[in-house]
T-cell receptor
Framework: QKEVEQNSGPLSVPEGAIASLNCTYSDRGSQSFFWYRQYSGKSPELIMF????GDKEDGRFTAQLNKASQYVSLLIRDSQPSDSATYLCAGPGGQNFVFGPGTRLSVLP | EAGVAQSPRYKIIEKRQSVAFWCNPI?????LYWYQQILGQGPKLLIQFQNNGVVDDSQLPKDRFSAERLKGVDSTLKIQPAKLEDSAVYLCASSFGHTGELFFGEGSRLTVL
């Protein structure tokens, strides 16, 4: 069973700081990863995806993929209270995509 | 563009009863997924359809769960009989192809008493 692991948190950061969320995976052949944000009581929504080694930036968000170390991370710069949510990492798992358990982020005003 | 539609939003049933959830994906999305999300956990795939064919149902408890997508558009997920451990949010998602870029509906929250 291919797995995606995340620290469940909660991760607390002060407003304006950089939040760093990490995800590790077991399948060395995995090529693509996705970060979803899920507010409490809501459905997941896709915020970033990364298909190649290295960094990908989109506004305040940066996704990083390190295939050699089998981890993928999401950095949120200038964190805002509205970023408080659970962040789910998803990666390939067999024929489909496997979600990690999610990391709960709390941005403190 | 309309998003993924799901109904009902909430359902409370007694154990051993049956329940059905309905999903209508984004227009043009050939791939449809049903996920189960238990509180505090990530979504777990139950079944994936490509058009009206099943691609992956390896984690679907087939003794009690069934799903269909007869015309390649909307889909129904049924649980019969329900168990206490089926209490969860059932999420429907769709995608244009087989990628990880999923669009989720609002979910159907099931409580089994």
């Amino acid at each position: 069973q291919k797995e995606v692991e995340q620290n469940s948190g909660p991760l607390s950061v002060p407003e304006g700081a950089i939040a760093s969320l990490n995800c590790t995976y077991s399948d060395r052949g995995s090529q693509s990863f996705f970060w979803y944000r899920q507010y409490s009581g809501k459905s997941p929504e896709l915020i970033m995806f990364i298909y190649s080694n290295g960094d990908k930036e989109d506004g305040r968000f940066t996704a990083q993929l390190n295939k050699a170390s089998q981890y993928v991370s999401l950095l949120i710069r200038d964190s805002q209270p509205s970023d408080s949510a659970t962040y789910l990492c998803a990666g390939p798992g067999g024929q489909n995509f496997v979600f990690g358990p999610g990391t709960r982020l709390s941005v403190l005003p | 563009e309309a998003g993924v539609a799901q109904s009902p939003r909430y359902k409370i049933i007694e154990k051993r009863q049956s329940v059905a959830f309905w999903c209508n994906p984004i227009s043009g999305h050939a791939t449809l997924y049903w996920y189960q999300q238990i509180l505090g956990q990530g979504p777990k795939l139950l079944i994936q359809f490509q058009n009206n064919g099943v691609v992956d149902d390896s984690q679907l408890p087939k003794d009690r769960f069934s799903a269909e997508r007869l015309k390649g558009v909307d889909s129904t997920l049924k649980i019969q009989p329900a168990k206490l451990e089926d209490s969860a949010v059932y999420l429907c998602a769709s995608s244009f192809g087989h990628t990880g870029e999923l669009f989720f509906g609002e979910g159907s929250r099931l409580t089994v008493l």
